[in-house]
C-alpha cells in the first residue's frame, strides 16, 4: 500500500495529462476489488520491487514471465462484457528477468556505479521509465520508452567513459539491451542491471551441475576468469561451487542463499575450495542431505542447503535414511523436521574432506578421532590402476599357451592374434574383484615399457619392433586407430603408448590389496603371491614398511563392516548406494594402534587362508559364518575396552576354538580335505546358539546401542 501511494503521488509529477490519466487508472485498477482479488496488486507490486531473476538461457527468462503471469491471471476477475474478458495484459518484465552469464562480472572501480551527481540523475531518470515500462499495454507506448531507455544506458555510459570506468566496461554496460529477448549478456551486473546496489536479501536457486571437464574449449578464458575471481574454483571444479560462492557475494549483510545442489562437494577433491570459502567465513547455517535417494529428477544426488552471510558457530545437518516415493512423501518428510531432528557440527571444519555424521553416530566417531593412525599414515599410498587410452587394443583375452606366446582374441580386429608372453602382464579389473576372492584372470594387458634404472619407460620403437615382432605387428594392425587417439588436453607420448602406464614398481608389487573403485560394500581382496597388474577401476592399497608385517589385520579391516559404516557416512554415494573406494575418501579411515595389531596379527594370518579356502570351496554357508565371526574381531581391534566392559568381547574364545580345532598343526600343511573339515568344525561350533561366541555376538545391539548397532544396521 505504502508503495501505491508514493506511485500515485508520483504520478502527479508528470505533466503529460494523457500519461498521468493511464497511470492512475492503473494503480486504481490494480487495487478495485471488483476488478481483482486483492492479492492482485500484492503480487504486482511484489513483482515489480521485490523479485529478479537470471539466467543465461533465453527460455528459462521467457518461462519465469510466463509462471509470473499465471499467478497474476489466477488473481483476476473475468468480466464477459469487457474485451478480452477484463484480464489484464502481463506487466513487462524484460528489467526483471535477465539473461545473462551470472559468474562474469563487470570490470569497473570498487564502490558505487552511479558515484557522480550527473550518473545519478539519469539513474534516477532511467528508473522512472522503467517503471512506466513495467505497467505500458501499447506497443507505441512500448517502443517509446524502450527508445528513451536506450538513450538514457547510452548516455551514462558515455558518462562513465569519462570517468574512470574502462571503455571495454562501458561499451558492455551500454550494450546490454534488456529488450532483447533471444540476447545474452556476457556479464551480470546486479547495480546496473537491476539497481540493487547492497544486494538481494535471499538468493535461491537450482545452480548447474557441469564439471570443468564439460566447458568447451571455447570457454578456456572463462575458465581463467573463475580460476582468477572464485576461491572456489579449485582442481577439477564444478560449476555449482561457483554459484554457491556467487551467491553468498550476491547477498546482503543478514542475506541468505538458498540452494537445492549436489551435496558431494562437502568430501569430493574438487570441492576443496568451496569447502575452504565456507569454512573461513562460518557461512554455512544448513544442510539437509538426501544421501543415495534422488528424491528429485537429477542427474546427480542432491541436497537442500541455507548459506548464511552472519558468520555462525555451529551449522544443522541431517540425512534421509529412507526412499521417499512421492512428491507428497517428501513435502511430509521435511515439513516434519524439527530443530531436534538436526545433528550440529561446528562451523570451521577447514578444506579437507569433511565428514558429516548425524548425532547418533557420534559416539562411534569420538573412537575414530582417538586412533593413532590414518590410512595414509600406514600406507606408501592407495593406486589407482593403468589407464590404457584403448582397452579394446591393449587388453587381450587369452586362448591358450604354448610356452613363449599366448593366443589371444583381439577385440578391436575382432581376431585371434599370437603375442609374445614377455610384453603382456596378467590384469586384474574392478569387475574381477569381490570380498576375499577374485575371480578366475584370464586378461593380460599388452604393455611396452621397461624398468630402466628404476624408471618405467616407453620401449623406443625400433627396440620395440626387434624383441617383440609379433607383438609390434599386432598395434602396426591398430595404428590407425592409435594414431587418433589424444586431443589438445590429452596428449600421447607415442602412437602405441598408454595413457597412464603408472609405474612397473608399484603395479607388480605383492601385498597390496586391490579394491574396484565402485562398490555395494567392501570389496577387497590381497595380491600377495601374484603381483597382478590392475585396470584403472580398481585401487591398489600399499602398507608401507612399518605395517607390511599387518597386512593382513589391514586386509580384514578394509573389508568389515566397519569400513563400509566409515565410507558411508564420509563418502560420496553413487547412483544405487554404491560408493567410490577413492584414495581421497580411503586416506582418513582410521587404524588402531600397532600394540592391538600385534595382538591380532597371527589370527589374521591364519584366518587369511581359511577365508580363502572357503571362497574356493564355493560353500556360501563356510564362507558367511568365517566373515561373520572375522566382522566381530575387527569390532573388538576398535572398542577393546567398550566390548570388555560389556562382556561382549569374542577374541578369547576365537582362539581358543581354533586352538582346539587345529591341535597345533599348520592350516598351511593340511590337503584340501584336511582343511574342509577344520572349517566345517570351527563351522559348527560358531552355529551352536550354546556357544559364548554366538550368545556374545547376538547380543551386540542388545549390549551396545550407542556403538555396534549403528555400525550393524548401517
Not at 238 to 252: P, Q
Request: contains cysteine; proline residues 4%.
Amino acid at each position: 500500500m505504502e508503495k501505491a501511494e508514493k506511485a500515485t503521488k508520483g504520478v502527479f509529477a508528470i505533466k503529460d495529462k494523457e500519461e498521468r490519466k493511464q497511470l492512475l487508472d492503473e494503480i486504481n485498477e490494480a487495487f478495485d476489488q471488483s476488478i481483482n482479488n486483492p492479492d492482485y496488486a500484492r503480487k504486482l507490486f511484489l513483482i515489480e520491487n521485490c523479485i529478479y531473476g537470471v539466467d543465461i538461457q533465453p527460455i528459462a527468462a521467457q518461462i519465469s514471465k510466463l509462471r509470473f503471469f499465471i499467478s497474476l491471471v489466477v488473481e483476476q476477475k473475468v468480466n464477459k462484457e469487457k474485451e478480452n474478458f477484463g484480464i489484464r495484459p502481463l506487466p513487462n518484465l524484460e528489467t526483471k528477468f535477465v539473461t545473462a552469464n551470472t559468474l562474469i562480472g563487470i570490470d569497473k572501480p570498487d564502490g558505487d556505479l552511479f558515484y557522480t551527481k550527473e550518473v545519478q540523475e539519469k539513474e534516477a531518470e532511467l528508473k522512472a521509465i522503467r517503471h512506466k515500462l513495467f505497467g505500458a499495454k501499447t506497443k507505441a507506448t512500448k517502443v517509446k520508452y524502450r527508445k528513451k531507455d536506450e538513450q538514457l544506458r547510452n548516455e551514462i555510459a558515455d558518462i562513465l567513459k569519462k570517468g574512470n570506468l574502462p571503455v571495454e566496461s562501458a561499451e558492455q554496460l551500454a550494450g546490454w539491451d534488456p529488450y532483447d529477448q533471444n540476447g545474452v549478456s556476457p556479464f551480470f551486473d546486479p547495480e546496473w542491471m537491476f539497481d540493487v546496489k547492497d544486494g538481494f536479501d535471499v538468493v535461491i536457486g537450482n545452480p548447474p551441475y557441469m564439471r570443468i571437464q564439460g566447458i568447451h574449449a571455447s570457454s578456456e578464458n572463462q575458465i581463467k576468469y573463475f580460476k582468477s575471481n572464485y576461491t572456489s574454483a579449485t582442481g577439477r571444479f564444478d560449476l555449482y561451487c561457483l554459484f554457491t560462492e556467487k551467491g553468498y557475494n550476491l547477498t546482503t549483510e543478514n542475506g541468505l542463499v538458498n540452494y537445492i545442489m549436489p551435496h558431494k562437494w562437502t568430501n569430493a577433491s574438487f570441492g576443496k575450495g568451496l569447502r575452504s570459502f565456507i569454512s573461513d567465513k562460518k557461512a554455512l547455517n544448513k544442510l539437509i542431505s538426501f544421501s543415495e535417494f534422488q528424491v528429485f529428477t537429477a542427474s546427480t544426488y542432491t541436497s537442500l542447503i541455507w548459506i548464511s552471510k552472519n558468520a555462525l558457530d555451529t551449522f544443522s545437518y541431517v540425512e534421509l535414511n529412507k526412499n521417499l516415493e512421492s512428491e507428497s512423501a517428501l513435502n511430509k518428510w521435511i515439513g516434519n523436521l524439527t530443530e531436534s531432528c538436526f545433528s550440529k557440527i561446528k562451523s570451521d571444519l577447514g578444506n579437507d574432506a569433511w565428514q558429516l555424521v548425524p548425532d547418533q553416530f557420534r559416539n562411534i566417531f569420538e573412537y575414530f578421532d582417538k586412533m593413532d593412525n590414518k590410512l595414509s599414515d600406514i600406507t606408501d599410498g592407495i593406486f589407482q590402476g593403468i589407464v590404457s587410452g584403448d582397452n579394446k587394443v591393449f587388453i587381450l583375452e587369452i586362448l591358450s599357451d604354448d610356452g613363449e606366446c599366448l593366443l589371444c582374441h583381439s577385440k578391436s580386429l575382432d581376431k585371434t592374434v599370437k603375442i609374445e608372453k614377455k610384453v603382456v602382464k596378467p590384469l586384474v579389473s574392478g569387475k574381477d574383484i569381490s570380498r576375499y576372492y577374485l575371480s578366475e584372470i584370464n586378461s593380460v594387458i599388452l604393455y611396452p615399457y621397461k624398468d630402466i634404472q628404476g624408471k618405467t619407460s616407453l620401449i623406443p620403437e625400433k627396440s620395440f619392433e626387434e624383441e617383440y615382432p609379433l607383438a609390434y605387428k599386432y598395434l602396426k594392425n591398430n595404428y590407425e586407430r592409435l594414431s587418433k587417439r589424444g586431443s589438445k588436453n590429452m596428449k600421447y607420448p607415442s602412437w602405441y603408448s598408454l595413457w597412464n602406464q603408472r609405474t612397473i614398481e608399484r603395479l607388480s608389487k605383492k601385498n597390496k590389496i586391490i579394491t574396484p573403485d565402485v562398490c555395494y560394500g567392501p570389496q577387497m581382496w590381497l595380491d600377495d603371491i601374484f603381483g597382478y597388474f590392475h585396470l584403472d577401476t580398481s585401487y591398489a592399497i600399499i602398507p608401507n614398511k612399518s605395517f607390511i608385517r599387518f597386512i593382513h589385520s589391514i586386509y580384514f579391516i578394509l573389508n568389515s563392516n566397519l569400513s563400509w559404516f566409515f565410507l558411508k557416512n564420509t563418502g560420496a554415494v553413487l547412483r544405487g548406494g554404491f560408493f567410490r573406494f577413492k584414495s581421497n575418501y580411503l586416506n582418513k579411515f582410521p587404524i588402531p594402534n600397532i600394540e592391538r595389531l600385534e595382538k591380532f596379527q597371527t589370527l589374521s594370518a591364519l584366518l587369511t587362508l581359511m577365508v580363502g579356502f572357503a571362497c574356493c570351496l564355493y560353500n556360501k554357508t563356510f564362507y558367511d559364518k568365517l566373515v561373520t565371526t572375522i566382522d566381530a574381531l575387527i569390532f573388538e581391534l576398535y572398542f577393546p575396552d567398550h566390548m570388555k566392559e560389556r562382556k561382549i568381547d569374542v577374541l578369547q574364545f576365537v582362539e581358543k576354538d581354533i586352538e582346539e580345532v587345529m591341535q597345533g598343526k599348520s592350516f598351511e600343511a593340511l590337503n584340501a580335505p584336511q582343511k574342509e573339515q577344520v572349517i566345517a568344525e570351527l563351522h559348527t561350533r560358531w552355529s551352536d546358539p550354546n556357544s559364548e561366541i554366538v550368545k556374545r555376538m547376538n547380543s551386540f545391539s542388545e549390549k551396545s546401542p550407542e556403538i555396534l548397532k549403528p555400525i550393524m544396521e548401517g
